[in-house]
């Protein structure tokens, strides 16, 4: 399974970026995704989650009211959408499929992971 994120880039703070995740097999429309980031010298950070149909989702604290994730099945493609940026939200962001069907918030629980896409917000 190959996942390729895409959508990242410079943005002002305030401002928006709709980050996309493709999924080179149908199947990861059966499986849990997630959004994770990292920043330079920092662990790598659940961003955001979501179940098979869409039905849940979990956000990091810090990005609740302002990121949404959802997926769409007939395609096999998650998206992040970001709004209200701040300069703390730049990092490199990656796409990963969980092992299950499920909402997975644990990094541990995901086996395959994208290349990462750069997210730079300026002040």
């Known amino acids: 399974v190959q996942l390729q994120a895409s959508g990242g880039g410079l943005a002002q703070a305030g401002g928006s970026l709709r980050l996309s995740c493709t999924c080179s097999?149908?199947?990861?429309?059966?499986?849990?995704m997630g959004w994770f980031r990292q920043a330079p010298g920092k662990e790598r950070e659940s961003v955001a989650a979501?179940?098979?149909?869409?039905?849940?989702?979990h956000y990091l604290d810090s990005v609740k009211g302002r990121f949404t994730i959802s997926r769409d099945r007939t395609t096999g493609t998650v998206y992040l959408q970001m709004n209200s940026l701040k300069p703390e939200d730049t990092a490199v962001y990656f796409c990963?499929?969980?092992?299950?069907?499920?909402?997975?918030?644990?990094?541990?629980?995901?086996?395959?992971w994208g290349q990462g896409t750069l997210v730079t917000v300026s002040s």
């Open positions: 990963a499929a969980a092992r299950s069907s499920f909402l997975v918030t644990q990094r541990s629980g995901y086996n395959n």
């Open positions: 097999r149908r199947t990861c429309s059966n499986n849990g």
């Open positions: 979501i179940n098979w149909n869409g039905g849940s989702t």
